[in-house]
Structures are given as structure tokens and as C-alpha cells.
């Protein structure tokens, strides 16, 4: 015994850790309550847990008086083109996002040039030359140029279908279909986490059940998860839930709903209905389960709340279709008429004063950013819906709204669920920049801390470690993010540490472009991306594959 205590102690100097968090009071993403602590990281890992009082590290940070969890995973984010313009992600790792899973039905592969020519207005805004097709091609790049988050990404239902099928309100052939499934097996062979759908959003509208059935089946085979923004999130949202029960139980693959909400004023209350719904699904046996970024307002293409059938052939056809009296009046009777078998946002809000312009492409509506429908009506002097059209025409339909459309008690009942976590559900961006010149939903800067904040700071309506477990473990075992998600030996080293008394949403649906406060450290992958409450401009996100 004499001569082992040297030995371990030059074994300990000879390695030592890279970094060790010292003296937090750590939330280790399980739900289980806090203990006093450190963390010790070598080669991007967590190394071990503990009380490491005299252990070597080549940097130590002191988290006294702060909370080390680990870092947070966004449900839905939407960087797969932002994280090209800017791949620091300032919005993100602010809020403490170390990963986000991204690709809402129309995923960023597979690609053809006939699916980039329709999407010119995005790629030319944006000033992205999409030079890849295949998800293997686009992680490539990613990894070349590096990031400041980890991403992981579906290959989406809607796009397989625009590579093949094209944007017509049509069924595939047969060949068509087999070709739709060679390409989802292809992209799973390449690290997509499963399939997704965006029900609402033409032309996914256009797909049966049974296709998406044959689709998830084929990610399925892989270990994949089918999630799905649902065919309606209003009036008829109970069937829509049905469709994806059903698609998880013919194709076998575990079931995730996106931004779970109760959505218009007609469906205000029925969230404690949704979640009854959701839980004998569960009961049943459906692997079902879902997330919320907790606001009242959305934030969508405004092309949406044009009835699906005037979007077939794609954008350009829409502009066409809203050009042309007949089809414009059309337009208009349908939107105005309640009920319907579509869903009809423009009857679930309380009026035109309930929509927020938040993203266009023609540098002459860039006045427009931030106003409402009204006002932009009042402005121009023309009726509310003939607004929305000619806003559309003139931006050959790119623009994106926020909108209200779902009452607080119902956000607050949908986010307390076990089995919900948290999702942003919006591009990465930054306060300056091509990015910046953008008006997003606050919920692109502050979602995490948001609920961080509101729901357990002040509302006490979830506990710290309630919170910290749907930001963590939960979307992790989701995933099955196997080595994320929890602080324990063997896992990567994505960490926060933040004073839980200070953290704080900044952005407002007024003045959206400003960074959370309070992120202390955070670390991706053992590399610090906020240091002091700074970004250190570090690079270190990898692409998170199935």
C-alpha cells in the first residue's frame, strides 16, 4: 500500500482530465433530484461524476451557485438550411441547444434538379447553392464546414415525394411508390432518424394513409421513429391522431406528434380531450409521444392557409390561381366559409390582427416585417384577404406569419405531460447577418428558457428537474440518442451550466432578434460554444446519425 498511493497519483497527473466542472449542483437529465458535484470530461466525453477535488485538469470551471445539466435536444428544429449561412447558431446554443432534430416532412435530401428549380426562391434568399442530393452528400458538408450544434435529421415524407411524383394532387404508381421506398431505405442507410410528415403543408396533403404506411414501414426496418405535424391540429384533430396511431401500429415504428396544441378558438379547452386520447393510444400499445414549444402563437408558411387544392403543381400554379378572378373568388368563399374538410386557419384565429408577418423574400416588403394582416390592410387600403393574396403574389409565396391560435391553459396542460418534451420548431438564426434581417417567432430565441422561466420560475407549474428531463433524457431515449442526454461516464460532453434564478427569454413577438440570458458555459461535445455568457465561435457539432 505504501507504494500504490504514488502510483495512482502519477497515474492521475499523467492523464488528466481536459476540463472538469467543479462544485455544481447537477441535474443529471433523469428527473432525479439535484446533487452536489463535479464533472470530469476527457476527448469530448464525460469521464466520470463525482466529487473530483484533486484530480488534474487542464482547465476547470467553477459552477458554484449554478446548475450543470446536460445539454438540451430541440424535438423540431429547422437549421438544415440556416446552419449554412450561420453554423455557430447563436439562437440555439444560447438557449443551451447542443442538438436539434430537423427535416418536417420536407427534409434537405434527397434533392433532383427539378425539386431545387421549385425551390429557387428559398435557395436564391438564402444564397445557398444546393451542390448535394443525397443525405450522405449533405453530412459531408456539414462536416467540412463544421457546426456549433449536433444534427440529426428525418428524411421527409413530402420529399421523397417531390423527387418522384412531383407537386401534383395525384396518387404514385405503383413503380413511383417503389421508388419512393428506395429512397427513404437509402437516406436511412445514411443516418436519417426515421420518416416525417407536415400534413398540412401541400402537397403532403395529397398522400393517403396507405402511402405513408408503405414509407414509415421502410424506416421502420431500420430502427427509425415516424413523426408527423398532423393532417389537422383543430377541429378535427382526434382523427388526425388516429391516422398516425394507425401508422405506427401497420408500419411498426414508435410515433412522435409535433408541437402538440389544441389549435383555434373553436378547439380552446379540448387539450385535457387530446391528451386522454394520446394516453389510450399509449395504453393500447401505440408507441406514441409528443412535444410542444409552449407559446400561444404559431409560426408556418403563410401559403398554408390557402385551401390545398389551389396549391397543385406547386407555387408557381398557386400564383397563377390567385391572379385569376374566378379562381381568386373561389379562394376566398372557402376561407370565409367555416367548417370544411381542410384545415382553415383563417377562421381559427380571431382576425387579421392575429397574424404577424415574420419572413419574406422581396427586398420591397421588408417594411412589412413585424406588422400585422390589419395593419399591412390598412396600409395598402385593401380588404384583409385580398392582403393576404396579393402579400402572396408579390412574394411569390415564400413569406412566413406567426399567428395566434392557441389559448395558455391549454399550452400549459399539453407541456406537463410526462411523455411530451420540447421542440423549437424554428430555424437557427442570429441577430445579425443575412439571418438577422429576419422577424421569427420569439420562440426561434427563447424557447427552452422560456419554459425555464415562466413554468418553473414563476408559475412553478413543472419542477427544475421536471423541465431539465424533457430538454434531456426524455428526447434522448426518444431518439435513441443512446451515448446524449444523461451527465454520467461514457457519454458525449454535451453540458450547460446556468444560474436557474437568472436564465430568461429576451426575444418578444415585437422585438424577436435578441439572445436568451444566462447560459454560463455550454458545451458540445467536451468543446465550450459559451464561455462566461460568450460565444467562443467554436465548431465542434457533429451530425448525429441513426
Same mark, same amino acid.
Given at each position: ?47 466520470? %461524476?463525482?466529487?473530483? #477535488?484533486?484530480?488534474? +485538469? ?20 429547422? &437549421? ?21 432534430? /430537423?427535416? #418536417? ?30 443525405? *450522405? ?90 413523426? &408527423? ?58 408507441? %406514441? ?7 400561444? +402563437? ?51 384565429? /380571431? ?55 392557441? &389559448? ?68 434522448? +431515449? ?62 465542434? *457539432? ?5
Amino acid at each position: 500500500m505504501t507504494f500504490l498511493l504514488p502510483i495512482l497519483l502519477f497515474a492521475a497527473a499523467a492523464n488528466p482530465y481536459d476540463i472538469v466542472i467543479r462544485n455544481g449542483r447537477i441535474i443529471d437529465g433523469t428527473g432525479s433530484p439535484w446533487y452536489a458535484g463535479d464533472i470530469g470530461i476527457r476527448a469530448g466525453k464525460i469521464a466520470a %461524476v463525482g466529487h473530483l #477535488e484533486g484530480q488534474a +485538469a487542464r482547465r476547470s470551471i467553477d459552477a458554484r451557485g449554478m446548475v450543470v445539466a446536460p445539454g438540451f435536444i430541440d424535438m423540431l428544429g429547422q &437549421s438544415e438550411t440556416s446552419i449554412l449561412v450561420n453554423p455557430h447558431l447563436p439562437s440555439k446554443i444560447y438557449q443551451g441547444i447542443t442538438t436539434e432534430v /430537423t427535416g #418536417e416532412g420536407g427534409s434537405i435530401a434527397p434533392l433532383n434538379d427539378a425539386v431545387i428549380k421549385l425551390d429557387h426562391v428559398t435557395w436564391e434568399h438564402y444564397g445557398i447553392q444546393p451542390a448535394w442530393r443525397t443525405f *450522405g452528400e449533405y453530412f459531408a458538408r456539414l462536416r467540412k464546414q463544421g457546426m456549433g450544434i449536433n444534427l440529426a435529421s428525418y428524411v421527409g415524407a413530402t420529399q421523397v415525394r417531390r423527387v418522384v411524383v412531383g407537386e401534383d394532387n395525384r396518387a404514385p404508381t405503383a413503380a413511383e411508390l417503389e421508388r419512393m421506398k428506395a429512397l427513404v431505405r437509402d437516406a436511412m442507410r445514411e443516418g436519417a432518424v426515421g420518416l416525417s410528415t407536415s400534413l398540412q403543408y401541400a402537397p403532403a396533403p395529397y398522400a393517403t394513409t396507405e402511402e405513408l404506411i408503405a414509407l414509415a414501414a421502410e424506416a421502420g426496418k431500420f430502427g427509425g421513429i415516424y413523426a &408527423s405535424h398532423i393532417r389537422d391540429e383543430g377541429n378535427s384533430i382526434l382523427g388526425a391522431l388516429d391516422e398516425a396511431f394507425r401508422i405506427g401500429r401497420e408500419a411498426k415504428i414508435p410515433v412522435e406528434i409535433w408541437h402538440l396544441k389544441a389549435a383555434g378558438k373553436s378547439n380552446w379547452g379540448r387539450m385535457a380531450e387530446i391528451v386522454a386520447h394520446i394516453e389510450a393510444a399509449r395504453k393500447s400499445g401505440v408507441d %406514441v409521444a409528443a412535444d410542444t414549444y409552449a407559446y400561444t +402563437a404559431a409560426f408556418n408558411s403563410f401559403s398554408a392557409i390557402i385551401p390545398p387544392w389551389a396549391h397543385d403543381g406547386g407555387d408557381k400554379k398557386l400564383i397563377e390561381r390567385l391572379k385569376d378572378p374566378a379562381q381568386r373568388a373561389r379562394i376566398r368563399k372557402e376561407m370565409e366559409t367555416p367548417g370544411g374538410d381542410w384545415n382553415n386557419e383563417w377562421q381559427q384565429v /380571431t382576425g387579421p390582427e392575429a397574424f404577424i408577418v415574420g419572413a419574406v423574400q422581396s427586398p420591397k416588403l421588408l417594411p412589412l416585417q413585424g406588422k400585422t394582416v390589419a395593419e399591412i390592410a390598412k396600409l395598402w387600403n385593401k380588404d384583409p384577404i385580398d392582403t393576404v393574396f396579393d402579400l402572396l403574389i408579390e412574394d411569390e409565396a415564400f413569406t412566413e406569419v406567426a399567428f395566434f391560435l392557441m &389559448s395558455e391553459p391549454d399550452v400549459a396542460l399539453a407541456l406537463q405531460q410526462p411523455w411530451v418534451s420540447v421542440c423549437n420548431d424554428s430555424q437557427g438564426t442570429a441577430t445579425d447577418g443575412l439571418l438577422g434581417k429576419e422577424h421569427p417567432h420569439p420562440r426561434a430565441y427563447g424557447a427552452f428558457p422560456h419554459i425555464l422561466r415562466k413554468y418553473v420560475r414563476e408559475e412553478k407549474k413543472l419542477t427544475l428537474e421536471e423541465a431539465i428531463r424533457k430538454f434531456t433524457a426524455l428526447p434522448a +431515449a426518444r431518439m435513441r440518442f443512446a451515448d446524449r442526454g444523461v451527465l454520467k461516464a461514457g457519454m458525449w460532453a454535451d453540458v450547460v451550466v446556468f444560474d436557474p434564478e437568472t436564465i430568461r427569454d429576451v426575444a418578444t413577438f415585437e422585438n424577436p432578434n435578441q439572445l436568451s440570458e444566462g447560459m454560463q458555459f455550454v458545451l458540445v461535445n467536451g468543446v465550450p460554444v459559451i464561455e462566461g455568457g460568450k460565444m467562443t465561435n467554436a465548431l465542434p *457539432g457533429r451530425v448525429v446519425r441513426r
